[in-house]
């Protein structure tokens, strides 16, 4: 017959394993993000380097930031003139495809300075 306390520790551990996501990373396709960023790229650059400062640069940002600014922006916790409309319409493939490909990009974290 199992302890008491190993019983309880054995419960505690299964509550906080089932409170855990089920999975750890995206689902995006880096490729099908491409080719779905064409709209994205007159404001944010073909990879993800913005055209002007007033954008802001999307290439080599973190994959989890851009799916939740995306989300945000498509469900209205977040607003912009320009990016309200845009993330309308974005189904949740299409954020994490987007996401993706941005996320494989060259940004300006990832930029050596000789």
């Known amino acids: 017959m199992m302890k008491h306390s190993t019983l309880l520790r054995f419960a505690a551990f299964a509550l906080l394993a089932s409170a855990l996501p089920l999975t750890a990373s995206a689902k995006g396709n880096p490729a099908a993000g491409k080719a779905k960023s064409v709209t994205c790229q007159a404001c944010h650059g073909v990879d993800g380097k913005a055209i002007t400062p007033e954008y802001p640069n999307l290439g080599g940002q973190y994959e989890s930031y851009l799916i939740k600014s995306l989300r945000d922006y498509r469900d ?13 319409n974005l189904t949740d493939q299409d954020i994490e495809d987007l996401a993706a490909w941005y996320a494989s990009q060259e940004g300006l974290r990832d930029l050596k300075i000789d």
């Not at 209205?76 to 309308?88: E, F, Q, V």
């Open 76 to 88: 209205g916790r977040r607003t912009n003139p320009l990016m309200s409309p845009m993330a309308a």
